[in-house]
Antibody, heavy 118, light 110 residues
């Protein structure tokens, strides 16, 4: 069955960088767009970014545009989120999710926690 | 981009039906039939329960249904059960090829 496992979270100081990984299995990874979604403590879900199946198209939420980069390795079934210039407001549980249909998020990982604090 | 508008909370008794609204604009909810709904129990991964306005993924109970009129989408849960108590989120694609979530609605089963 579909399995998505996020990793790479941790505690980081403001202004520093972190790279999250999403290891996928149980489906043909190269055929699906992949998303990142986050949830700050006590807040709702916030969509972060999406990458097309072939990696050529990438779109971002305004809140992370210019600081975060989404990319993927279809040979190793991994999606990434490179996060630069981190801010306190980026503190959140970060989920990766697999597309279902055109725009729905059909399968989700368990998330990896990012804490930005001095 | 502002979040889609959902009520902060709704409640109902077991067996009853409730509806959760999700209001956007012509640039998101009103412009596309790509509204999805997610159920989120604290500490667990969100679960897709409705996609493309009114479609249920395999395995999701038919007690969950979706609809849309203009810029407002709705999730209806019939025959409320205790295990339905959770946070519910809508989302929609936008004209910018992005996704926008609603602020979330906490469902309490009395």
């Amino acid at each position: 069955q579909v399995q998505l496992v996020e990793s790479g979270g941790g505690v980081v100081r403001p202004g520093r960088s972190l790279r999250l990984s999403c290891s996928a299995s149980g489906f043909t990874f190269r055929s699906y767009a992949m998303h990142w979604v986050r949830q700050a403590p006590g807040k709702g879900l916030e969509w972060v970014a999406v990458i097309s199946d072939d990696g050529t198209k990438k779109y971002y939420a305004d809140s992370v545009k210019g600081r975060f980069t989404i990319f993927r390795d279809n040979s190793n079934n991994v999606a990434y989120l490179q996060m630069n210039s981190l801010r306190a407001e980026d503190t959140a549980l970060y989920y990766c999710a697999k597309r279902l249909g055109t725009w729905a998020l059909g399968d989700w990982g368990q998330g990896t926690l990012v804490t930005v604090s001095s | 981009q502002s979040a889609l508008t959902q009520p902060a909370s709704v409640s109902g008794s077991p067996g009853q039906s409730i509806a959760i609204s999700c209001t956007g604009t012509n640039s998101d909810v009103g412009g596309y039939n790509y509204v999805s709904w997610y159920q989120h129990h604290p500490g667990k991964a969100p679960k897709l329960i409705i996609y493309d306005v009114n479609n249920r993924p395999s395995g999701v109970s038919d007690r969950f249904s979706g609809s849309k009129s203009g810029n407002t989408a709705s999730l209806t849960i019939s025959g409320l059960q205790a295990e339905d108590e959770a946070d519910y989120y809508c989302n929609s694609c936008t004209t910018s090829n992005t996704l926008l979530f609603g602020g979330g609605t906490k469902l309490t089963v009395l």
